[in-house]
């Protein structure tokens, strides 16, 4: 299971930090990722960390400003999101690659998935 926790209203040019536990299976080697779904659009790609938390991936529209991190002391993925904007409102969703494909970008990669935490940017 994943749980994502952290969202919430926040004014443009805010931060706000993500978090997403997991359990029910090995976290420890499983690539993580999260993915977002704004109103009437598609769910997409925001970030990526492999199991190692040696190297992480972002979507152009999210590099610089946002940040994925995770301790597997923990089980625990976060995002940190700063200099958010109303484009940024949005379901935010963790998920776990535990196959670790290397489709990183795409949904299909991801095995589990969180709940989803919403994010409110006002402008």
């Known amino acids: 299971q994943l749980q994502a926790s952290g969202g919430g209203l926040v004014q443009a040019g805010g931060s706000l930090r993500l978090s997403c536990a997991a359990s029910g299976f090995t976290f420890s080697s499983s690539d993580m990722g999260w993915f977002r779904q704004a109103p009437g659009k598609e769910r997409e790609f925001v970030a990526a960390i492999p199991w190692t938390g040696d190297v992480t991936y972002y979507a152009d529209f999210v590099k610089g400003r946002f940040a994925i991190s995770r301790d597997n002391a923990k089980n625990t993925v976060y995002l940190q999101m700063n200099s958010l904007n109303s484009d940024d409102t949005a379901v935010y969703y963790c998920?776990?690659?535990?196959?670790?494909?290397?489709?990183?970008?795409?949904?299909?990669?991801?095995?589990?998935w969180g709940q989803g935490t919403l994010v409110t940017v006002s402008s």
């Open positions: 998920a776990a690659n535990a196959r670790r494909l290397g489709a990183r970008t795409y949904a299909y990669a991801y095995d589990y």
